[in-house]
């Protein structure tokens, strides 16, 4: 299988947005990942929802907008307005989780939940089936170019087995420190969607990084613990 490559603009060139899109336009890239702050959920302050209307204009691929920003319900309907195709939320950002979830769904989103690195997999076990997609962070969210946290990949395991056995389709994607070393160990864990902001723009060819990022992984063989011969 080849993962779904998302590049994340907030390791874009600001003061040449337009060139940065139209890379990602052009490439193998699948998704356009951004990242809203709001200084009190991450420690940082990104962009909001005029930077996301024009990379809207250009853009010629789905949105996949990951909301570091306390209670996120207060603003669905406007990242909806503003041209998302994907909403993710934290969990640890919102109180009424499944009432949120269904509120980006009803204004035709698909919706999207991420965890902290110390936020359990287990906590999503009763809203995996509402899911159409889980963001496990694999860094502290709130800054680009930071190292990926190894516990990461057991988290992965796990919740790809909690997808299975509670029936659902939500795709595994992971943002953090996602570069050549970690892409395969995480596709090979069960990560569908790969976001990667400093190893593809701070690269010299980010056309290629994104080429490379989306190589053809072997699938995982099943092993079924029932089928002893
Ligand atoms: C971090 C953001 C990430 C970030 C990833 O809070 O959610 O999307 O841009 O950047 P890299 O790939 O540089 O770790
Ligand atoms: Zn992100």
Request: aromatic content about 6%.
């Amino acid at each position: 299988m080849k993962p779904i490559i998302a590049p994340s603009m907030l390791s874009a060139d600001f003061c040449n947005l337009a060139k940065d899109i139209n890379l990602v336009n052009q490439s193998q890239a699948d998704w356009f990942h951004l990242d809203i702050m709001d200084g009190m959920f991450v420690p940082n302050i990104s962009y909001g929802l005029p930077v996301v209307k024009a990379i809207r204009t250009m853009a010629e691929k789905p949105l996949d907008v990951h909301l570091m920003i306390m209670d996120p319900g207060r603003y669905v309907s406007d990242f909806k307005k503003a041209g998302a195709d994907l909403l993710t939320v934290h969990y640890e950002a919102v109180t009424h989780l499944h009432r949120v979830v269904w509120q980006i769904k009803s204004e035709d989103m698909l919706a999207g939940v991420a965890l902290n690195p110390h936020t359990p997999v287990m906590l999503l076990d009763d809203i995996i089936q509402d899911l159409d997609m889980v963001l496990i962070m694999s860094v502290n969210p709130g800054f680009g170019g930071q190292k990926f946290i190894p516990n990461s990949l057991k988290k992965i395991d796990e919740l790809a087995d909690m997808i299975v056995r509670r029936n659902s389709n939500a795709l595994i994607e992971v943002d953090g420190g996602v570069d050549d070393e970690t892409a395969p160990l995480l596709v090979e864990a069960g990560a569908d969607v790969l976001v990667s902001g400093n190893h593809i723009f701070k690269s010299a060819d980010p056309a290629a990084t994104i080429e490379a990022l989306k190589a053809e992984y072997e699938e995982e063989e099943e092993v079924d613990d029932n089928d002893i011969d």
